[in-house]
């Protein structure tokens, strides 16, 4: 059983975590910009999957480090580990596509696919909360990726991919549950992460190959060792840890914020603007994710 910890504190830690993914999301951006997106997302995943099984090896802060079966072997392979690889192909090519507050924002939808893709049918009341906050994520959805199909500037690909990279992290999401029945959190992170990143490496390779990137220089390793770091590594621990004192739903409510921290690093770094567009598109999304969460927190009711 895991000690009681102060509120504020998991509070504090699951903000943290959310400001360092906003700074993953424009640094991933700002290489990917240059570098090949597929080949980035290797080796990120790779470099932060190896870090992380490290420390399970070599302390028990972020649970005990447990041998895979053959079944969980191939679970991890298959299913997680090359959802996730999936997941990052969409997710890297729309950040070179499109703007990194619209990505985030796509991605800020996932629980309420989640929530469809899992949900069974129930009473009518359950069903119409469920298919009104589908009902308000697609109503988002949809303002967000107006200015593309209207023929804007947006890249109607990148908006696309942004969508596909929401649904793909839903489907992760989903074997990840499935997975938490066997392994600890991290465990799972890092497993899949560095399966991931060798599922990527061939496509990153033939990438690389056909569109050869500049020479690497001091300020795109920094960037790169930052998003290794403090965009999966720590993120990761502090956010499972969370996930041992708190109901998982709780946690899951924090990730609203991504969009915003996104945004604002965005807004500092590369000058994009939080457009009217963008914000009935999070007021919807957000509004959709809510409530499709609240019945999480009914008496009696388990994660």
């Known amino acids: 059983m895991s000690k009681r910890k102060n509120p504020a504190v ?7 975590v959310i400001f360092l993914w906003g700074g993953n999301n424009v640094g991933t951006k700002w290489l990917v910009a240059a570098w090949p997106p597929v080949l980035t997302g290797s080796v990120r995943f790779l470099a932060a999957g190896l870090i992380l099984l490290a420390l399970l090896w070599c302390t028990s802060w972020l649970g005990e480090f447990q041998v895979l079966t053959p079944a969980l072997r191939r679970a991890l392979w298959l299913r997680a580990g090359l959802a996730l690889g999936v997941y990052i ?3 890297n090519w729309a950040l070179r596509l499109t703007s990194a507050s619209h990505v985030a924002l796509y991605l800020g939808a996932s629980p309420v696919w989640t929530l469809l893709g899992e949900g069974k049918w129930g009473p009518v009341r359950e069903m119409a909360r469920r298919f009104l906050a589908a009902a308000l994520a697609v109503a988002g959805v949809l303002v967000l990726s107006w200015p593309a199909l209207a023929g804007g500037k947006m890249s109607f690909w990148g908006e696309l991919l942004g969508l596909g990279a929401s ?16 392994l600890n ?3 799972v992170a890092a497993h899949t992460m560095w399966m991931a ?15 050869p990137m500049p020479a690497l220089g001091v300020r795109s390793l920094e960037v790169m060792l930052f998003c290794i770091i403090f965009g999966a590594v720590i993120p990761y621990a502090l956010w499972n840890s969370a996930l041992r004192h708190w109901q998982a739903g709780q946690v899951m409510l924090f990730s609203n914020l991504i969009p915003l921290s996104t945004s604002l690093w965005a807004l500092g770094f590369f000058g994009e603007p939080m457009t009217h567009t963008f914000w009935a598109a999070m007021i919807l999304i957000v509004a959709g994710v809510v409530l499709g969460q609240t019945s999480l927190f009914k008496r009696g009711e388990p994660s």
């Open 89 to 91: 192909i969409a997710f």
């Open 10 to 16: 998991i509070a504090g830690s699951l903000l943290l």
């Open 185 to 187: 959190g991290t465990e």
């Open 167 to 182: 649904l793909l992290w839903a489907a992760y999401s989903h074997e990840v549950r499935l997975l938490g029945t066997q």
């Open 197 to 211: 990143g060798v599922w990527l490496l061939p496509v990153g390779l033939w990438e690389w190959w056909h569109y």
